[in-house]
Nanobody
Framework: QVQLVESGGGLVQAGGSLRLFCAAS????????MGWFRQAPGKEREFVAR????????YYADSVKGRFTISRDNAKNTVYLQMNSLKPEDTAVYYC??????????????????WGQGTQVTVSS
């Protein structure tokens, strides 16, 4: 079992920045890739970013590329999402996810083994 706890969401003006945190625990969490998804009201949950605990390639949705950065601190078992130049369309509940590395495409929710509880990000215009 893997537990994921997000924090760091809030209200920010357009153009501002926020940093999300995802604390991972459980015996097997390091076996999974770590990702961020988001869900806006009335929309489907969508992929934002992904990386592995071991490093290597990172992946981003086109809509956030160049503005968001996913990173990790292995010593703290924590994954971060640094969000800069925020736009009102970034408003959503953001979810941390532990993703299978051998099942489904990284940008699909079918690849997710475990979800966090979500944290609200609201960007005002």
């Amino acid at each position: 079992q893997v537990q994921l706890v997000e924090s760091g969401g809030g209200l920010v003006q357009a153009g501002g920045s926020l940093r999300l945190f995802c604390a991972a625990s459980g015996r097997t969490f390091s076996r999974y890739a770590m990702g961020w998804f988001r869900q806006a009201p009335g929309k489907e949950r969508e992929f934002v970013a992904r990386m592995r605990w071991s490093g290597g390639s990172t992946y981003y949705a086109d809509s956030v590329k160049g503005r968001f950065t996913i990173s990790r601190d292995n010593a703290k078992n924590t994954v971060y999402l640094q969000m800069n130049s925020l736009k009102p369309e970034d408003t959503a509940v953001y979810y941390c996810a532990a993703q299978y590395t051998d099942r489904g495409s990284y940008y699909n929710t079918e690849s997710v083994a475990y979800w966090g509880q979500g944290t609200q990000v609201t960007v005002s215009s």
